[in-house]
Nanobody, 126 residues
């Protein structure tokens, strides 16, 4: 079970941090990921952090602005978002995969996941 928190309205250039708690599976073995879906668009990959390896991967559109992290003791993953822009407006979803691979591009694919959080809205606007 996945649950996101932290969405809201932010001005361009602002920052937000999302959190995602995961229950029901060994958290340290999960790769935690974030996707987003803007109105009228398909759900797209944002970032992922491996639970087994010290690896992460990001979409090109968020590299240098977003940081994914995790606290295994709290069963929680985070997405720190900085310098937010109107194009970042979307519903952000947390997801998790128990499949273990060093090939991080695996975690960039929508079909690599089965369970999803309810989503949290982020709106970047003046």
């Amino acid at each position: 079970q996945l649950a996101e928190n932290g969405g809201g309205l932010v001005q361009p250039g602002g920052s937000l941090t999302l959190s995602c708690s995961a229950e029901g599976r060994p958290f340290n073995m999960l790769t935690m990921a974030w996707f987003r879906q803007a109105p009228g668009k398909e759900r797209e990959f944002v970032a992922a952090a491996s639970g087994t390896y010290d690896s992460s991967t990001y979409a090109d559109s968020v590299k240098g602005r977003f940081t994914v992290s995790r606290d295994n003791a709290k069963n929680t993953a985070y997405l720190r978002m900085e310098n937010l822009q109107p194009d970042d407006t979307a519903v952000y979803y947390c997801t998790a995969s128990s499949y273990v691979t060093r090939i991080m591009t695996f975690y960039e694919k929508l079909e690599s996941y089965g369970d999803w959080g309810q989503g949290t809205q982020i709106t970047v606007s003046t």
